[in-house]
């Protein structure tokens, strides 16, 4: 019998308790090589405190995570944290809009919002272009951000989180705030990445069906941080589980992959 192999993220019974409210709930999750995952849940439902904790941006109050083997508070995570490549729509309000994009990416290396903190090399410049013509905005490294569209700085905020060459990624809510061609950009950069057998495992953090890539494969679903289901994406992304995550009467649709789902009536 073929052995499992081991997962890239692991969190075991993690809770999380900021300023007496339990955010997060004994929380069992895993993530393995060429797996996609979604993470769906309503605003406030632990969704993105639960990426932060396998992003190594903060640590449980219970329970244990590991990441590539390495067990958070008992290893040094600064070299850790390069493994694992994290994107979120905060992220462009931190960033100068007279960087350009290579500039943005190429900080992604060490982790800078700006490129003068540290020194790069040629190399460290090919691999931000190399980035960007990954996500599909080739031709773009000149560009400054602020003239970007929202969905190009989210694509350009992919590419920062890809120059790594990360063994996973997390997305926590890249889709905020993007126009419909916007999305759909998006989407079509995350499935040409899962198609990609040498490229990381993703994990998308959204509240909407309508942005999950018909590539993914698995579905982890919060409610009050707490798991309403998880597993393959086929078994459980249902009416039903939409209709206990969000708590109302859900009609859910299905065609090549894609998904759209509206309220119906009780």
Known sequence: MDRQPEPLLS????????????????????????????VIGPNGGGKSTMVRVAGLQLHPTVGSV????????????????S???????????QLRGR????????????GALEPWWHTYTDEDTDRALAALERVGLGGYGQRTFGTLSSGERQRTLLARALVNDPGV???D?????????????????????????????????????????????????????????????????????????FGLTVILTESGGRYAARAGSS
């Open 11 to 38: 969190l075991v019974g993690v809770g999380v308790t900021i300023d007496g409210r339990s955010v997060l709930r004994d929380v069992d999750w895993s993530v393995q090589p060429g797996q996609h995952w979604v």
């Open 66 to 81: 590991v990441v590539m083997g390495h067990e958070l508070g008992r290893t040094d995570i600064r070299g850790l944290r």
């Open 83 to 93: 493994r694992v490549g994290l994107a979120s729509a905060s992220l462009a309000d």
């Open 99 to 110: 960087l350009t994009a290579e500039e943005v990416v190429r900080c992604g290396r060490t």
């Open 169 to 171: 990624l997390l997305l």
């Open 173 to 245: 809510e890249p889709t905020a705030g993007l126009d419909l061609a916007g999305r759909e950009e998006l989407v079509a950069a995350l499935t040409v990445i899962a198609a990609d057998p040498n490229g990381p495992a993703t994990v998308l953090v959204t509240h909407h069906v309508e942005d999950i890539p018909p590539s993914s494969t698995h579905l982890h679903a919060l409610r009050g941080g707490t798991a309403v289901a998880t597993g393959p994406i086929g078994s459980t992304l249902s009416a039903e589980t939409l209709e206990t995550v």
